[in-house]
T-cell receptor, first 113, second 112 residues
Framework: GESVGLHLPTLSVQEGDNSIINCAYSNSASDYFIWYKQESGKGPQFIIDIRSNMDKRQGQRVTVLLNKTVKHLSLQIAATQPGDSAVYFCAENLSGSARQLTFGSGTQLTVLP | DGGITQSPKYLFRKEGQNVTLSCEQNLNHDAMYWYRQDPGQGLRLIYYSQIVNDFQKGDIAEGYSVSREKKESFPLTVTSAQKNPTAFYLC???????????FGQGTRLTVV
């Protein structure tokens, strides 16, 4: 079946540097893509989403890029801070309804002092 | 404050016992969901409910049961038929036509 995956399971960056977390998806019919942040022992928090008719969307210190040609999604975090250390995972939405979310396994981001 | 409350945070169960995980939301969301999270894996959908008194099986419903008697509450029972119940369980909700789900803080269930 279709699945959402991540290129790298772990990522370490220096505090203040920019972070880039990648995600590959395989279902070209997916209409929405969402990034979540999950801190240890806690529930996921919504970060940002992007619709399939967009290439880029910016939030506060975060930018999501969508490349439909190669079915690739990335999350860029500017000026990474210690509080950004967490697992980040993407989700794809097939129908525009939250019940059709498919989640990737996640990338552990560690911010080094 | 509005949000989703899961309880307890940690739960221990003996083999052969049923156990119920609580999920309450005061966001006035119609839809609620239960997911299971295992190390190194993505969230997997157990059950979801779009409206009171109605619920549907997700991808891994075997060994689980739910009820939706009130809009605010969506308890999950892990039955003795669930062969590998040790996991982190997440409850979520979403308003109508939402594309994302909003999560509680999770319950970590351990079978001893």
């Amino acid at each position: 079946g279709e699945s959402v995956g991540l290129h790298l399971p772990t990522l370490s960056v220096q505090e203040g540097d920019n972070s880039i977390i990648n995600c590959a998806y395989s279902n070209s019919a997916s209409d929405y893509f969402i990034w979540y942040k999950q801190e240890s022992g806690k529930g996921p928090q919504f970060i940002i989403d992007i619709r399939s008719n967009m290439d880029k969307r910016q939030g506060q210190r975060v930018t999501v890029l969508l490349n439909k040609t190669v079915k690739h999604l990335s999350l860029q975090i500017a000026a990474t801070q210690p509080g950004d250390s967490a697992v980040y995972f993407c989700a794809e939405n097939l129908s525009g309804s939250a019940r059709q979310l498919t989640f990737g396994s996640g990338t552990q981001l560690t911010v080094l002092p | 404050d509005g949000g989703i409350t899961q309880s307890p945070k940690y739960l221990f169960r003996k083999e052969g016992q049923n156990v119920t995980l609580s999920c309450e939301q005061n966001l006035n969301h119609d839809a609620m969901y239960w997911y299971r999270q295992d190390p190194g894996q993505g969230l997997r959908l157990i059950y979801y409910s779009q409206i009171v008194n109605d619920f549907q099986k997700g991808d891994i419903a075997e060994g689980y049961s739910v009820s939706r008697e009130k809009k605010e509450s969506f308890p999950l029972t892990v039955t003795s038929a669930q062969k590998n119940p040790t996991a982190f369980y997440l409850c979520a909700s979403s308003p109508p036509r939402a594309t994302e789900a909003f999560f509680g803080q999770g319950t970590r269930l351990t079978v001893v």
